[in-house]
């Protein structure tokens, strides 16, 4: 053991001198960064085995270093074919022994996803470090065979929740066809359809109702559609005249075909007016100022908006408000609903929208359907509240929780 | 067999695009591809469609004499001197970009401007504290738009020994009980579609075909 007296001597001094000049040499000369020492290779995962995932250990403090070169070789699972070591550089040993080059990434790269492969072959890799003294080379990793999902692993909450969901829904339409009553809160927008078909015809004036300006492939849009259809009977069996203007050539013409169904149900297929479901412009303010326009020169009596809206919203709910329409909106467009609110009498919010038809036409089926839907949300809000109370008593489990919804 | 059909189709088509969203096999993605390519397909056959809608709708109004029907006569104007000079200068060039930069954008731009009129008078209708409801959104209105514009920083005071500016109320409301509500609504509307979706891939869900009762 060193004493203090012994520090003096100026040998131990010199010995002590030495061993710190050693330290920082090593410190300062050697690279700052060391290589990176292995590679691995791992199946990608949610593929249908058609890619791999190469990952190499990143050299912490290299300022030298340039890039990989990331290289590959079909061989037995398992194993490696080792590149030859006569030759030059390192690529070129890799390349005379069969390897191919797959890709060249930059020096802060630590992955790579090499795709198109075959699921019934195993690579193997190796990575070439580019420095600025030269390459290294680093692996080569054991071969691996890609392998088949059938299922997106990170799908597969997803799955069970739809099952679920499929599996209440079908439930309760197999109860409502038993003929069980099933009760449905009132909903003041569509209880208010009758009276605003009833009033357009008291006035002797056309109803107006825009579908929404998404095209037909939108959720929102078939739920408008499928609320017209019990509107357009309403206007059939009161005798009323029903105009819809459209943003889009195929709800136009879905439209008319729902329109004149519903005439006909309603037994006055005579009173149906093709012309009167028409198409205007596919321009989004240009639509707004023909629907504005409309509403100033037909002087409506009620006004439907269903379906998804956009800015326009507020230019069409405010003229409506101006000719004194009585007006109904419906929309999933959280932007627009506070804009429908001020200007329309009645706004069905988000999933109202999607429950109107159901609601109009009281089909037991539909009905069992809408209930399943009141379920869902019933175990979504329970889900919360755990959430909440993990997230309060145990943030880990809570954190394991959050994922199952991801 | 009319809505028999289309049922049918719905199922399968519904029932693939499904099953495409929780497997990786390339086979389905390249349906799903496939779909949207016809999509696009018929997208454009159906502004034949609509255009057909258009002349015919005006071509009514004019040979009714209908009122204000020489509006009718701008309207196909429009409609034939647009396609018109696409097809002859084609769109990069002549006077198909001049129509679109100094007609229709204007136009468009002039009513998207209407907009901050109207959004007073909603404002003025929506902001009259009658009822407790429009007294909380009133008040909530005017901290978020005092918070917005560029005094809102300097706005400040002192509330239980922390010093808080209006900058953080109305980003506070906007983000906490703003979005909840707004993500209540966003909860129900998934949950909405996704029965709207299994309703019709299931065939129970039939108005959309005509079926009313």
């Known amino acids: 053991m060193a004493t203090r007296a012994d ?48 990952s190499w250990d990143k050299a912490p403090t290299s300022d030298s270093l340039l890039g990989f070169d990331v290289w590959r070789i079909e061989a037995a699972e398992g194993r490696a074919p080792a590149p030859g070591s006569d030759l030059p550089s390192a690529s070129a040993a890799l390349e005379r022994a069969g390897w191919q080059k797959v890709a060249a990434v930059g020096g802060d790269d630590t992955v790579f996803v090499d795709s198109g492969l075959d699921h019934a072959k195993a690579y193997a890799y190796s990575i070439i470090a580019t420095t600025a003294s030269g390459e290294v080379a680093i692996g080569p990793a054991a071969a691996v065979r890609p392998s088949i999902q059938v299922l997106s692993r990170n799908r597969i909450n997803v799955l069970v929740a739809v099952i679920l969901f499929i599996a209440v829904i079908l439930g309760l339409v197999a109860r409502a066809r038993t003929g069980a009553k099933l009760f449905i809160r009132k909903i003041a927008g569509l209880e208010a359809v009758e009276e605003a078909v009833g009033r357009a015809t008291e006035m002797g004036r056309p109803i107006l109702y825009v579908p929404g300006l998404d095209p037909m492939d939108e959720v929102a849009t078939v739920a408008a559609i499928d609320i017209l259809g019990q509107v357009a009977r309403k206007a059939a069996e009161y005798e009323t005249r029903l105009m819809v203007p459209n943003r889009d050539p195929i709800v136009m013409a879905v439209a008319q075909q729902v329109v004149r169904e519903s005439f006909s149900a309603a037994g006055r297929p005579h009173l149906y007016r093709e012309g009167d479901i028409f198409y ?28 998804h809206f956009y800015a326009e919203s507020l230019v069409l709910a405010e003229t409506g408000n101006a000719t004194g329409a009585i007006q109904i909106a419906g929309t999933d467009s959280d932007a627009q609903l506070p804009f429908f609110i001020t200007s329309c009498d009645y706004t069905l919010i988000g999933e109202e929208l999607y429950a109107g038809a159901v609601y109009l036409s009281r089909q037991p089926l539909l009905l069992g359907a809408l209930k399943g839907q009141d379920y869902a949300k019933l175990v979504l809000m329970a889900a919360m509240m755990v959430g909440i109370v993990l997230s309060a008593v145990n943030p880990e489990m809570a954190a394991v929780f959050r994922g199952w919804f991801k | 067999m009319k809505r028999q059909g289309p049922i049918i189709l719905a199922f399968i088509v ?36 609509g255009t057909w809608s258009l002349v015919r709708y005006h071509a009514k109004k004019i040979e009714r004499r209908q009122e204000n029907y020489p509006y009718s006569y701008v309207a196909l104007a429009g409609l034939v001197v647009t396609v018109g000079a696409a097809a002859i200068w084609k769109t990069a060039s002549g006077p198909y970009p001049w129509l679109f930069d100094y007609v229709q954008v204007p136009m468009q731009s002039t009513m998207f401007s209407l907009l901050a009129f109207f959004v007073a008078s909603a404002s003025y209708r929506a902001f009259r504290a009658r009822t407790v409801n429009a007294t909380l959104l009133l008040v909530a209105g005017c901290l978020v738009m005092l918070g917005r514009v560029s005094i809102g920083p300097y706005i400040s005071g002192t509330l239980f020994g922390h010093e808080i500016s209006l900058v953080q109320i109305s980003d506070w409301v906007l983000n906490v009980p703003n979005l909840a509500a707004k993500r209540g609504i966003m909860i129900g509307v998934g949950l909405g579609m996704t029965a709207t979706a299994i309703k019709i891939v299931l065939g129970i869900e039939q108005t959309y075909l005509g079926k009313t009762d």
């Open chain 1, 280 to 307: 205007v412009t596919y321009s989004q303010f240009g639509f707004a100022a023909a629907v504005a326009g409309l509403m100033i020169r037909e002087r409506p009596a009620t006004n439907f908006f269903i379906g």
């Open chain 1, 7 to 54: 520090l003096k001597t100026p040998v131990f001094a010199a010995a002590w001198l030495l061993l710190c000049a050693s330290v920082c040499a090593v410190l300062c000369v050697s690279p700052a960064r060391a290589l990176p020492p292995q590679v691995k290779v791992s199946d990608t995962s949610n593929d249908w085995g058609t890619s791999l995932t190469v």
């Open chain 2, 14 to 49: 519904g029932m693939l695009m499904m099953i495409q969203f929780f497997t990786p096999w390339p086979r389905l993605q390249d349906v799903y591809n496939l779909f949207l390519d016809w999509k696009q397909v018929v997208l454009g056959f159906t502004y034949i469609l």
